[in-house]
């Protein structure tokens, strides 16, 4: 495959889990600008696990997650008792906290006769196990979906299961949710837990790729635009998301000739988009038409 | 102990144009009870216009102010009716997203137009520092907090002498209460944005003008003073907004000469997070979030 085609496809497929946390906390009803710190986390976190402690690539990642997974449950216990923008500006405050403690935060050793680990605002060089390992980048590109596959079969999985229909009861309304006898903000805390580890593995997987993060790639700007991911492609299903990133990331990238002006076009589509369908493209009540036609055309096959 | 009470009174003179930022943000918010993301980016928009009357015209201080109110208005009323008139009422979340979407466009306009990292702006005031006792106060730092407090008891009159000013209060209380006294919803949201990026510009013009030098970055910086300020203050109150831009600018002045520059938005964005857990209504929204709560139990 074309090399090139190959980057901006390894991009799309990363971004599309911190679009896919920041979507799981908004069927909850909960706006979040602050899904990239869990992303930052688990980059620097698994980053440090291969290039510094010599550990492999999938215990690394797993580390990652679990560490993004934990602070996301910390942050999420005190700040779900709030409520809408309160909490919406709380995880911003979090999130640009994160980026500004890795800014300062510094802890490098010496390996092969070369200091490696995080250096403050001057990033964490050579996390190279990738490349080490001699894994090309179709290969890693292959690991890459491979994982979001399993992340949309688990997102799927939880649309038909119960935990589904709670967490979407919780976005609607929930008062009536509470009234049913359910905890909410602990299904909440759940939800952002999960939103934490999905946003950590897209963070594992960035940081290997690129083999170098700095603490800016993690500011506001990335949060908001995994947010209005969700929004443009449709909250409707996790399909949403991921065609809110191939949106934006394949549509920048395909018209090019533009360039310069690429967000004066984009941005304005996107505020029209949003006047016409304010869920997105793929909202609730389109992907049930969908199903509908799909059932139907089943039963005629048949 | 002189240091810190310098610090204080730094932090007091450039809180103030926080403080004329959050003023703007809370009464869109007020209003609305939305967020607009791009009140920063709209009214670096207007500066980059009062830039160009500046550069293009050698135009001195008032018409470039002219100019930067006029254009911060336009741009606020371009993003009233695309991401806020537009999208019905229910859809808070799509209207901030637009909203988002629209910074986006408007800093790549500018960038377009104004490819250099930075441009010059005209200086709000002479590098002069006025000496009180042991004290040092910048020139320009006073001129901005004596326009701040100015602004902040004309629009105290306009909120509470006016009729305009009764019907916009009318709608941030309570929007159906104030649609059925027959209130057009509509016309004074669109007055209340217009008035808010009017402040705005003022507000672009002072800040700007005591760093005599503009970059689109402004945007992005004014939308997120203005965002925790209000925060701090609680969000809907003037009072609140005032306050809580005097209490970011003490704070950011005293951890800058306590702790260094590169703690200065760390310590900023820890107080509000604290704030946001332990008092989410800050320092002046807590009764209106005691009352919401309180509303909210008894369900």
């Keep these: ?302 | 102990m002189v240091d810190f009470i310098q610090n204080c009174l730094d932090g007091v003179m450039v809180g103030s144009s926080y403080a004329l930022l959050a003023i703007g943000f809370t009464l869109i918010f007020g209003v609305m009870r939305r967020l607009n993301l791009s009140y920063g980016p709209s009214i670096m928009l207007g500066a980059f216009v009062g830039t160009l009357v500046y550069l293009e015209f050698q135009m001195g201080g008032f018409a470039v102010a002219v100019a930067t109110v006029i254009g911060a208005v336009l741009a606020g009323i371009y993003v009233e009716r695309l991401c806020f008139w537009a999208i019905r009422q229910g859809a808070a979340v799509a209207s901030m997203v637009s909203s988002f979407a629209i910074w986006m466009q408007l800093e790549e306009i500018v960038t377009v137009f104004f490819p250099e990292r930075t441009y010059p702006f005209p200086p709000l005031a002479d590098r002069t520092a006025i000496e009180i006792g042991p004290f040092f106060l910048k020139l320009e730092n006073l001129i901005m907090f004596a326009c701040a407090a100015g602004l902040t008891v004309l629009l105290q009159v306009l909120l509470y002498r006016t009729r305009f000013g009764l019907a916009l209060r009318a709608v941030s209380e309570n929007p159906r209460a104030a649609r059925f006294m027959g209130i057009n919803i509509g016309r004074v949201t669109f007055w209340a944005f217009a008035l808010a990026s009017a402040l705005g510009g003022v507000a672009a013009y002072l800040i700007i003008g005591t760093d005599a030098q503009i970059t689109p970055l402004f945007g992005l910086w004014a939308t997120f003073k203005g965002l925790i300020a209000m925060m701090l203050g609680g969000m809907g109150s003037i009072p609140g907004a005032i306050l809580g831009g005097l209490l970011l600018g003490v704070v950011e002045a005293q951890s800058t000469w306590y702790l260094g520059t590169e703690y200065r938005d760390l310590a900023a964005y820890a107080l509000l997070f604290l704030f946001l857990v332990f008092r989410p209504g800050g320092l002046m929204g807590q009764v209106a979030a005691e009352r919401e709560r309180a509303a909210l139990r008894r369900v």
């Design chain 1, 1 to 302: 495959m074309d090399p090139y085609l190959v980057s901006v496809l390894s991009n799309i497929g990363m971004i599309s889990f911190i679009a896919l946390s920041a979507y799981l906390l908004l069927l909850t009803g909960e706006i979040s600008f602050g899904q990239q710190a869990y992303f930052a986390i688990s980059a620097y976190g698994s980053g440090i696990a291969t290039a510094m402690w010599g550990w492999p690539f999938w215990a690394g990642l797993l580390w990652g997650a679990t560490l993004a997974g934990l602070a996301a449950t910390l942050v999420a216990i005190p700040t779900l008792r709030l409520r809408g923008l309160y909490f919406s500006i709380a995880t911003l405050a979090f999130a640009e906290m994160v980026r500004l403690v890795f800014e300062i935060f510094t802890y490098q050793v010496e390996i092969d006769g070369e200091l490696v680990g995080p250096d403050g605002s001057d990033g964490f060089r050579d996390i190279r196990y990738i490349y080490d390992s001699n894994v090309t980048a179709f290969e890693y590109m292959l690991v890459i979906y491979g994982l979001l596959a399993l992340v949309l079969i688990g997102f799927f999985v939880l649309e038909r299961a119960r935990l589904g229909s709670v967490f979407r009861m919780i976005g609607e309304d929930p008062m009536l949710t509470e009234m049913q006898g359910l905890n909410a903000t602990a299904y909440k805390v759940l939800a952002a837990a999960m939103a934490g580890v999905i946003a950590g593995i897209g963070g594992g997987l960035y940081a290997h790729l690129t083999t170098y993060v700095e603490p800016k790639i993690f500011n506001v700007m990335l949060g908001v635009h995994s947010l209005a991911y969700g929004l443009i492609g449709g909250l409707g299903t996790a399909l949403g998301p991921l065609l809110g990133v191939g949106i934006d990331i394949g549509f920048l990238e395909s018209i090019r000739a533009i360039s310069g002006y690429r967000m004066i076009v984009f941005g304005g589509l996107v505020a029209v988009l949003l006047i016409i369908r304010p869920r997105g493209i793929l909202d609730e009540a389109t992907v049930h038409w969908l199903r509908r036609r799909w059932r139907r055309w089943i039963h005629a096959q048949d």
